[in-house]
């Protein structure tokens, strides 16, 4: 009885999963493998892939690893897609070194891969001889400069501020880094008190930045390399009262992000656009497919947000 | 003590879930996707073998994650410094086994219940592979080395063969040993196991210590597969093992529990997830799918007990 039961419930769950795959027939397939789900970011990211592929008559199958650093799992992910036999792969990979091996096993299937938001390391993809139709995203490092000048322009090129990292080694967080870094080389009176992780997530950066708080009382601006960090960020300063004496700028403008913007807490974000960036992976996706010529990088708008 | 008729309802959901998924999409029954299905399930099948023994003594281990990134860029960075890679990977294997040693040596001589210490060495392991390797991933290894991931025997990949010796040792080991004969009193009664004689904290030290040896042996084959070893791979692994374990009807209470179950478990859990990939399932849905999955196991597998009983 009990196994008739196992059986009946795990086709019918299967069955129920199974909508819009027959209506799909005939049409080419493209797959959007995103970092994770949980971040409004890529939530972004698959709305305009969905209208492109709308748009373009495409079936579109998204798909994330459950956390955003699962490369093992974002690697599964693309094997079985090339078992699925998609016509093309579009991701936005979690380890710019770490993906590489599923990319060589998609050009060995013949499938064409477009880059999206996140680069991979250009000397491990040659060294394995793989190699990917184009990149599609916001240049960081010019992000992490417009946040730098922002700061040092609005503290008249002094001050003390803080900041708030990615993970390390992920090329993203480094390259807002770098560009930040660069921004504020031009501002000598610029010092940073303190710059640690909080590994991209909001509670950590509520903790961090409040045990920064309490080491450098003093501090007057944070640059968060990622909007949930900073969002993080603006709780911690409330917490301790300082609501409006400690300058908040942020990263990827994020709808939360936006309204802080708004309502004053915040004083900038630099918007990547998401939702362009899911668009422009299907059109180029759609070209792959047609074998037409695509230039090696796809450039999407960046800018500064602010009130 | 081992429980062919529990694995037998296992192994009748396992094929519902293949013969549904062959009936739902052309991709599935290929021989290039069963063995892709048994590649990806190598790994968590590997750590949940050492959680299968540790569960049997009704024992847990919380740090399998920490270690296995652990072992991997302590590896890493000795292949890197050019130390040929059968040493690199032994190093790999014996800083496992060491972190288990010291689960088991702060279980029994600490007596600190499994959960806290294993709670605790998972987030020590995670800091110390955070500390050697500044947080940056190491990556870029030799062929020979890779070969461990990309390599083929008949058309096999290795870490299939790996994982099938790890299994047909581990069901040797828990079968026909003093060591698996002596997990399974522990399990069942401690008290009584001690009475009888056995040597418990021994015992018990090597089961953890075999549970940290085998994340070091997943650590090898996960490096050499993403040709990189990063401080923060293996987050939540151990919820993955234990999943495995669980729905291969090892008891959490301890004392029963067989290796067979455990691998139909981990291969329930890979086929799932192929599957739903198949299908083009959204990641929301397979995340509920999965976990649903896991609490039915349970609950038939609980209910078969009680008819038999």
């Known amino acids: 009885m009990k196994k008739i039961l196992i059986l009946f419930i795990s086709t019918a769950l299967l069955f129920a ?83 590489v091996p599923a990319i060589v096993k998609a050009n060995e ?24 139709t184009t990149f599609i995203g916001s240049d960081n490092i010019d992000g992490g400069r417009l946040a730098g000048r922002f700061i040092s322009e609005k503290l008249n090129g002094k001050g003390k501020i803080a900041i708030l990292e990615g993970i390390p080694g992920h090329e993203t967080g480094d390259a807002r880094l770098t560009g930040f870094h660069q921004a504020i080389a031009d ?25 920064i708080l309490q080491s450098h009382p003093e501090v007057q601006a944070v640059f968060a390399c990622n909007d949930m960090m900073a969002l993080g960020a603006i709780e911690a300063i409330s917490a301790s009262g300082k609501t409006g004496r400690v300058m908040v700028v942020g990263f990827d403008a994020i709808t939360d992000a936006r309204d802080a913007i708004a309502s004053g807490t915040m004083a900038a974000s630099i918007a990547q656009n998401p939702r362009e960036m899911g668009r422009l992976a299907m059109v180029y996706a759609h070209k792959a497919i047609q074998k037409d010529t695509i230039p090696p990088t796809i450039p999407v708008k960046i800018e500064l947000v602010r009130p | 003590m081992i429980y062919y008729g529990r694995q037998f309802g296992t192994l009748i959901g396992l094929l519902a879930l293949c013969l549904a998924l062959w009936i739902l999409t052309p991709h599935f029954l290929t021989v290039s996707n069963l063995l892709n299905i048994a590649q990806q399930t190598s790994i968590n099948a590997i750590i949940a073998v050492g959680m299968t023994f ?33 040493i690199a990977v032994l190093v790999g294997l014996l800083v496992g086994f060491f972190c288990g040693i010291v689960n088991g040596f702060l279980i029994t001589r600490g007596k600190l219940p499994p959960f806290i210490s294993t709670l605790g060495m998972m987030s020590v392991a995670r800091g110390v592979a955070l500390m050697f390797t500044e947080g ?46 002596y997990t399974y009193a522990i399990g069942g009664n401690e008290e009584a196991a001690l009475l009888s004689g056995v040597n418990v904290n021994f015992y018990k030290t090597v089961v953890y210590g075999l549970c940290g040896l085998l994340s070091g042996l997943a650590a090898v084959i996960l490096t050499a597969r993403l040709n990189s070893a990063q401080p923060i791979a293996g987050i939540m692994y151990e919820l993955d093992a234990i999943a495995a374990t669980v729905i291969g009807g090892t008891s959490l209470m301890g004392g029963e529990g067989s290796i067979v179950g455990t691998l139909i478990g981990a291969l329930i859990m890979g086929v799932l997830r192929n599957g739903l990939n198949l299908l083009g ?16 196991a349970v609950l038939i597998d609980m209910a078969l007990k009680k008819q038999k009983k």
């Open chain 1, 187 to 211: 501002y000598p009176q610029i010092e940073i008190v303190a710059s640690q992780t909080a590994n991209w997530e909001r509670d950590q950066g509520y903790n961090v930045f409040q045990n």
């Open chain 2, 54 to 86: 540790v569960i049997i003594t009704a024992g847990i281990d919380l740090s399998v994650g920490s270690i296995l990134a652990l072992s991997g860029v302590v590896m890493a960075t000795t292949l890197k410094a050019g130390v040929p890679w059968p």
């Open chain 1, 17 to 99: 999963c199974q909508r819009g795959e027959k209506t799909a027939t005939g049409r080419p397939v493209v797959a959007l493998v995103m970092k994770t789900l949980n971040n409004p970011f890529f939530i972004d990211m698959q709305a305009g892939a969905e209208e492109a592929a709308e748009q373009l008559q495409f079936k579109l199958i998204a798909q994330a690893p459950e956390r955003e650093l699962d490369v093992e799992k974002q690697m599964q992910i693309i094997e079985n897609l090339i078992q699925r036999k998609v016509d093309a792969i579009c991701v936005a990979p979690s380890g710019s070194r770490e993906i």
């Open chain 1, 109 to 132: 299937a013949g499938i064409p891969v477009l880059v999206v938001d996140t680069r991979v390391d250009s000397v491990s993809l040659q060294q394995a001889g793989g190699f990917v």
């Open chain 2, 136 to 181: 940056r991933p190491v990556s870029g290894f030799s062929d020979q080395f890779r070969f461990i991931a990309n390599g083929e025997w008949f058309h096999v990949p290795l870490p299939v063969i790996v994982m099938i010796g790890v299994y047909l040792l581990a069901h040797f080991l828990l079968t026909r040993t003093k060591l698996g004969r």
């Open chain 2, 281 to 296: 399932v959204s990641s929301f849905i397979q995340q509920t799918v999965i976990g649903s999955v896991i609490i039915l």
